[in-house]
């Protein structure tokens, strides 16, 4: 289905809508614009014909003077836009002005107004009886006045179109503001931060969302308090009875040697501790899954990792196999988190390698100044596999006695303190290998 833009309609929604009405009211404003300036005009061609009325009665006996007089009275008026005739009995024209068609008007002689193609004339009569006053406008005079009317009582209205629009896209994005504020707040929300959101002065409509998705968050950070609590307490209940089990298993394998059941005491002893350690690994979990339980301080990183290094290099399965290279300058490595937490994490990290390593090859630890490396010899992990070793209980391989959960330990970890982890197979340079890379936030 095509996505659709909520902001990107309501500008064209709110924009199409202002410039229909604009559209509408221009058209009344050019409507009423001509009618008012066609009016004024008429009334303009009737008050001439008005004042020319009173010379009409000398327009037979003194022509010359009557001539005169309405020569001055035109003179008050646009030459361009008015032109008069004074029509006799039979047709003939006694009188007019420069302007004026040497033919009579076309028009029945009969008072008011009259049109043609050419002229709107004003037929008015005269002072003597059978002659007629006709005072004219030129058509092309009256359309240019009406078109410039209506082009300035109108066209200021369809020029703020451009103006409007941006104004409504201004105003639709702040309207929007306190909804990006809410995406904001609800995509930092996540398994490890399923705290409430606060009232951050939204309207009714959203704040209404708001409370809905505090109340979703509620339900959720309530069943995961329950998921993880019923692993933690499932775990630890397991861990007497394993022991137990353990121990009784061990003591049956000494009696056992030189039997025929040694090998297969030996391989239930193998599986009671890998049973053992997925026990440890879901307290481990359960611990690292929620992010309010972890407890923020700077942390020497390096003296962690020093007792780590000791303790795997005492193992005989790693043993002089465990390398550790310093590329930074600093002889502190200071993180912020819990100290017991971030050993887990790099405790898992480790482990992860000599479980799933070539027991041949070296492992390989580099610190560098916000990160560490860990590489390790390996058949190369094929990309769709690696995107899923964050999940808990995915492994790349069957060989090994892990259960899944270190990378998925690892990775809680690191997102909660801020930083992230990062996978890469095979090693960069290399055609074969895996990286784990540690990728610590800065401290302020």
Known sequence: MARWSLVSRLIWLLTSLMAGLWLLGSVAAGVLTAFEINERLDDAIEEVAQRLLPATDDALTQPVAMQQRAKQLVATMNPKALAYQIVGPSGEIVMRSENAPQQAFSIPRQRGFHSTPQYRVYAQPAAVDGYFIE?????????????????????????????????????????????????????????????????????????????????????????????????????????????????????????LIGTSHTERAALIVSQIKRLGSLAEKLLQLSRTGTRGGMQLERIDLMTVLQVLVDEFRSRKDVGDRLLVTTACSDEDFIVQGELDVLGITLRNLIENAVLYGAQDEPIEMIVEHDRIRLLNGCKIIPAETLTTLRKPFVRASSIGGGGGLGLAIVDNVMKQIGGSLALFSPIAGRSNGFEAMLIFPKLS
């Open 135 to 255: 005072v004219a406008e030129p058509a092309m005079h009256r359309s240019e006045a009406v078109w410039r009317a209506i082009a300035l009582s109108a066209g200021p209205l369809l020029l703020l179109l451009p103006l409007s629009w941006l104004l409504i896209r201004w105003a639709v994005f702040r309207g929007m503001r306190s909804l990006d504020e809410l995406r904001s707040e609800i995509g930092r929300r996540g398994s490890s931060n399923l705290s409430q959101i606060a009232d951050i002065g939204l309207p009714i409509e959203l704040s209404q969302i708001l409370a809905a998705v505090n109340r979703l968050l509620t339900r959720l950070e309530l069943a995961l308090a329950t998921e993880r609590q019923f692993a933690a307490n499932s775990a630890h209940e397991l861990r007497t009875p394993i022991a137990a089990v353990l121990a009784q298993m061990q003591i049956l394998s000494t009696e």
